[in-house]
């Protein structure tokens, strides 16, 4: 299947500092990709879709201020959290789909996560 | 508002001794029930998409079915590395995914 991978795995980060976590396609042109969230023992939140070429769209209740989202190339995007905070820390992962053309189920293919650790 | 419940939250068997994990959903038009298994500190893995009820696919000791309301992954004769969290996922349109909060399996040696 294909390949998605995120960097770093983990970070650590003073509370008001900024933090930009990437997540690549490795072997495909993801022209879509998601960002979640997922806190211990929930479920995976979907923050907002990221579409090369133009802004993010954010769910509800999802401070696209404070989560800034940049779908630069077809294998790139990166999240930036913003002025961090306690509460900010949580286990983020993304996620990519192929094109249309290549997809066999439309199932996403997720990074290994980043875990962030704000303190 | 599309919702994804899943039972039990935790499940502990013996190797061999086969289960069921449930999936139940709300979602107005269904495009897609997909099964992930999840490894602690990584990222959702990719198991089975099922589209209509009846449906069924199977993959090594796991068998995923679908009906109208729910879905099942059956695991037969589990195994210790069988060991993860499975969750279930509706695709609600717009490429997007509302996930379930998981079953957490151990299975023990």
């Known amino acids: 299947g294909a390949v998605v991978s995120q960097h770093p795995s983990w970070v650590i980060c003073k509370s008001g500092t900024s933090v930009k976590i990437e997540c690549r396609s490795l072997d495909f042109q993801a022209t879509t990709m998601f960002w979640y969230r997922q806190f211990p023992k929930q479920s995976l939140m979907l923050m907002a879709t990221?579409?090369?070429?133009?802004?993010?769209?954010?769910e509800q209740g999802v401070e696209k201020d404070k989560f800034l989202i940049n779908h630069a190339s077809l294998t790139l995007s990166t999240l930036t959290v913003t002025s961090a905070h306690p509460e900010d820390s949580s286990f983020y992962i993304c996620?990519?789909?192929?094109?249309?053309?290549?997809?066999?189920?439309?199932?996403?293919?997720f990074g290994p996560g980043t875990r962030l650790t704000v303190l | 508002e599309d919702q994804v419940t899943q039972s039990p939250e935790a499940l502990r068997l013996q190797e061999g001794e086969s289960s069921s994990l449930n999936c139940s959903y709300t979602v107005s038009g269904l495009r897609g029930l997909f099964w992930y298994r999840q490894d602690p500190g990584k990222g959702p893995e990719f198991l089975f998409t099922?589209?209509?009820a009846g449906e069924e696919k199977e993959k090594e000791r796991l068998k995923a079915t679908l009906t109208k309301k729910e879905s099942f992954l059956h695991i037969t004769a589990p195994k210790p590395e069988d060991s993860a969290t499975y969750l279930c996922?509706?695709?609600?349109?717009?490429?997007?995914?509302?996930f379930g909060k998981g079953t957490k399996l151990t299975v023990n040696p």
């Open positions: 099922l589209y209509s």
């Open positions: 996922a509706v695709y609600r349109g717009s490429e997007k995914l509302v």
């Open positions: 996620s990519a789909t192929e094109p249309p053309e290549r997809r066999r189920y439309n199932e996403q293919f």
């Open positions: 990221s579409n090369e070429g133009s802004k993010a769209t954010y």
